[in-house]
């Protein structure tokens, strides 16, 4: 599996099964959206900004799909970002199983998932995890969810606040990685 990253939530997965583009905004390198079959939308409140990607399934919401032979598992749960007198805005966690390995994308968390949540997400092989507020996990309780979810690989993602470079740097010390080790691609 490739795992390309274009910033904020935005990750390309691309594997010998599908081609799946998480969160994406507009504009886009033209290498991002070429050739991809699933783009998962954790936040519907963002949606104006996913450009259009010809032949792809979208998924905007919670339920258990099957696209192109991929299961894809969506969860609804609090997200980050709300204020006073709104109603409690929903994200969206996604986990999609690419050749027998689950990536779960944990979208914009305003609260790590309660026990039941934990476990109907199942134990991925490869996390996404929001970090820095408002719009992403404290990095204590992001430490807390990455030990409860046991991953064998964790992608911080910063969601552009205002202390995203603290809480990055805060979370990959907690968990003795070096804060200044980014890369935009793994395989």
């Known amino acids: 599996m490739d795992i390309v990253w274009f910033g904020n939530s935005c990750f390309r997965l691309q594997s010998s099964q599908a081609t799946v583009l998480t969160d994406p905004f507009d504009p886009l390198p033209a290498a991002a959206i070429s050739g991809v079959q699933i783009v998962t939308v954790s936040d519907r409140a963002l949606r104006d900004r996913v450009p259009p990607v010809d032949g792809a399934r979208v998924v905007d919401g919670p339920g258990e799909y099957e696209i192109k032979g991929v299961p894809v598992n969506g969860l609804a749960v609090s997200a980050a970002g709300a204020t ?3 109603p409690a805005r929903r994200t969206f966690i ?8 689950a990536v779960c994308h944990l979208g914009r968390l305003a609260e790590p998932p309660t026990g039941p949540r934990i476990q109907e997400m199942g134990q991925p092989d490869v996390l996404f ?4 507020e408002p719009h992403g996990l404290p990095v204590p309780r992001a430490v807390q969810l990455a030990s409860q979810l046991e991953a064998k690989l ?12 603290a809480a990055l ?7 003795g990685a ?3 080790s980014r890369e935009n691609r793994l395989n």
């Open 84 to 86: 006073a007198g709104e």
């Open 94 to 101: 996604y986990t999609v199983t690419l050749d027998g390995i």
């Open 129 to 132: 995890i929001p970090l820095g």
């Open 154 to 165: 964790l992608i911080p993602m910063t969601l552009g606040g205002a202390g995203e470079t």
């Open 169 to 175: 740097e805060a979370f990959c010390k907690e968990l």
């Open 178 to 180: 070096d804060p200044t």
